[in-house]
Nanobody, 125 residues
Framework: VQLQASGGGLVQAGGSLRLSCAAS????????LGWFRQATGKEREFVAA????????YYTDSVKGRFTISRDGAKNTVYLQMNSLKPEDTAVYYC???????????????????WGQGTLVTVSS
């Protein structure tokens, strides 16, 4: 199973980026696909998740109204559209997958078992 994240880069505050996570090696019909981020010196934190089948979405409070997670079944790809970016959004962003039967919080990083390699997002002030 591979999760290939891409789309990171340098952007000014207020700008936008779209991250992509191309998934391969299995179907994800019984999974949640999530985005996490890790800033330098900080723990990895939950950003957003989507249930592959059905499309239910979840967001951490700090990105609600600014970020949108979506998926394209034909391309087996999950996206994170990030608008109104802030310097505090600077981090390495990772995509990950976990089974929908997991009962722990959707934001629990320990419950995700497939991880992509990360893509760096830098927001300048």
């Amino acid at each position: 199973v591979q999760l290939q994240a891409s789309g990171g880069g340098l952007v000014q505050a207020g700008g936008s980026l779209r991250l992509s996570c191309a998934a391969s090696g299995r179907t994800f019909n019984n999974d949640h696909l999530g985005w996490f981020r890790q800033a330098t010196g900080k723990e990895r934190e939950f950003v957003a998740a989507i249930r592959w089948s059905g499309g239910s979405t979840y967001y951490t409070d700090s990105v609600k109204g600014r970020f949108t997670i979506s998926r394209d079944g034909a391309k087996n790809t999950v996206y994170l559209q990030m608008n109104s970016l802030k310097p505090e959004d600077t981090a390495v962003y990772y995509c990950a997958a976990r089974n929908i039967i997991e009962r722990a919080s959707i934001s629990d990083v320990k419950t995700y078992y497939y991880w992509g390699q990360g893509t760096l997002v830098t927001v300048s002030s």
